[in-house]
């Protein structure tokens, strides 16, 4: 019998892809959901479920910036081929993409044993919000945002990607967050630090989506509600990304930073109270 029923699927699939790319810990909001529903929050095949249908969520944002990729990753196959190719930005962007997806894999892979088990605490989670929280408020206050997607170095592009590792040993403190709020501190604007984000996420997340793909099924997930909760996560990702970025045009983070907050503060008092199981 699956871990996870297609139910519920569908109901993780609403949640991975509302969360997955706004500040607020999609890894953390699918425990909280799974923690609800009792789905053992640390079981190894809801943990792959979990990674798999945020390739869904991927697949959106490739679907939506798919102009911008197509125009990446077609300069850096130019300047494979073209010496005087390779001082376009593109073509460097697309080599700081992949350099600075190297220390999240090399990470993920060390510390798995802690990422499927004690870090997957309900605990974690609680007390990641609502330290991620103060993290993003302190950023964007700090930061000047007044540099563009054209401005972006390698320099900001790996520390940026070496942000991604916070929110995979804490989850709740969030990928988006943990990126946006680095690339705020390096004075980009909110909307160039929400696009980096999104670029930098796609090896990222592809590739742990992949190589948990065989404990999902293997371990007791059933390949229809993973194929359900992919699909779902897609569909809502996509409305997701449109939203914020036009949100993050016109606002500060605040409201994502009180929003964590007051689910961290909740979250503690149903550990606190045995209504959730950590």
């Known amino acids: 019998m699956s871990a996870i029923s297609v139910g519920q699927a569908v109901i993780l699939g609403v949640v991975e892809g509302?969360?997955?790319?706004?500040?607020?810990?999609?890894?953390?909001?699918?425990?909280?959901a799974e923690g609800l529903m009792d789905i053992p929050v640390d079981d190894k095949s809801v943990v792959g479920f979990s990674a798999v249908i945020q390739v869904g969520a991927i697949a959106a944002v490739l679907v939506y910036?798919?102009?911008?990729?197509?125009?990446?990753?077609?300069?850096?196959?130019?300047?494979?081929?073209?010496?005087e190719e390779r001082y376009h930005h593109d073509y460097k962007f697309a080599w700081w993409v992949i350099?600075?997806?190297?220390?999240?894999?090399?990470?993920?892979?060390a510390a798995k044993p802690l990422i499927d088990g004690p870090l997957a605490s309900l605990w974690v989670v609680a007390g990641s919000l609502i330290v991620g929280s103060g993290v993003m408020w302190?950023?964007?206050q700090m930061g000047r945002h007044k540099r563009g997607e054209d401005d972006t170095s390698f320099k900001?592009?790996?520390?940026?990607?070496?942000?991604?590792?916070?929110?995979?040993?804490?989850?709740?403190?969030?990928?988006?967050?943990?990126?946006?709020?680095?690339?705020?501190?390096?004075d980009l604007d909110r909307v160039a630090a929400t696009r980096l984000s999104f670029f930098l996420g796609i090896p990222a997340l592809t590739g742990a989506g992949i190589y948990e793909l065989k404990d999902a099924l293997g371990a007791g997930v059933g390949a229809a509600p993973l194929a359900v909760g992919t699909i779902v996560s897609f569909i809502v990702a996509y409305a997701s990304i449109a939203w914020l970025l036009k949100f993050v045009?016109?606002?500060?983070?605040?409201?994502?930073?009180?929003?964590?907050?007051?689910?961290?503060?909740?979250?503690?008092?149903?550990?606190?109270?045995g209504v959730l199981n950590a």
Request: glycine fraction near 8%; hydrophobic fraction near 55%.
């Open 18 to 32: 509302v969360t997955e790319f706004l500040p607020v810990s999609s890894t953390g909001h699918l425990k909280i």
């Open 65 to 83: 910036f798919f102009k911008d990729i197509k125009r990446i990753v077609s300069a850096w196959f130019r300047g494979l081929a073209n010496r």
């Open 99 to 109: 350099a600075a997806t190297i220390p999240i894999v090399l990470v993920g892979l």
């Open 138 to 140: 302190c950023a964007d």
């Open 156 to 186: 900001d592009a790996m520390w940026v990607g070496c942000s991604q590792i916070l929110a995979l040993l804490f989850p709740g403190f969030s990928r988006s967050g943990a990126t946006m709020s680095t690339a705020l501190v390096l």
């Open 249 to 273: 045009a016109k606002h500060s983070f605040n409201a994502f930073v009180i929003y964590r907050i007051v689910i961290g503060v909740a979250l503690l008092g149903l550990l606190g109270t």
